[in-house]
């Protein structure tokens, strides 16, 4: 990604429709990352006509709650799959609004719930996502 | 060799070496703080991705094979409940 093809907020709202955002180079990953992560995303989109957003920052408790404010926020918010990582608490959480979860059932995501996790705990943010956003459209794929 | 020799080329340079090796290591380049390492602490602000499609012409084959299939679909308030799964590590 460069920081347009992607952006990010600092705030409880998710970026995407702005245009090219520094901040974004100011996150935890380098451009290669951004790059990987960037086309894991849109590839993921496109694959399966879903919204998949990651949000990598700290969760406030209940974090399931939080993390499902968060999913509200995102447009489309039926068909959209919200990946939240915690790395201070060590949490990750999959979002699926109603009619994803239909393509994702629970059990798929925490198949690639687990996959993620066994990267962070290598200290492989990044290399996680994009292993899980694979996952994650591949089971959701349009045959 | 002499004693003074002896003692530049066994002792100084190797010393040398090493001091300009480990000052390389220690200054790091421009990524040597973005990582993230399990059970430090993890400081970075908050980040929210989202592709971008404006830039692909193509559009997005799967919402419009399912918007021309679905379209009273679309407009309608979907009913359920969010799913997903939850993890540590």
Sequence with gaps: MTAGEM??????????TRGPDRQALEGPFTTRQLLRLDEALRTADVSTGLTFSVYVGDLEEPTREHAEKLHAQLPNTADAVLIAVCPNQ????????????RRLPDRDCKLAALSMTAAFS????????VAGLAQL??????? | MSGPEQVLYLVVVPAAIVAIVWGLASIGGPSAKRRYRPGRPYDFIPV?????HRRGAAGRPGHDAEDAAAPADEEQPVQGSTGGASDRW
């Design chain 1, 137 to 143: 459209a591949e089971h959701a794929r349009i045959v």
């Design chain 1, 7 to 16: 952006a990010l907020r600092e705030s409880s709202e998710p970026a995407g």
């Design chain 1, 90 to 101: 060590r949490v990750l959480e999959i979002v699926t609004g109603p009619r994803a979860r």
């Design chain 1, 122 to 129: 290598g200290g492989d943010l990044a290399g996680g996502i």
């Design chain 2, 48 to 52: 929210w991705y989202l592709a971008n």
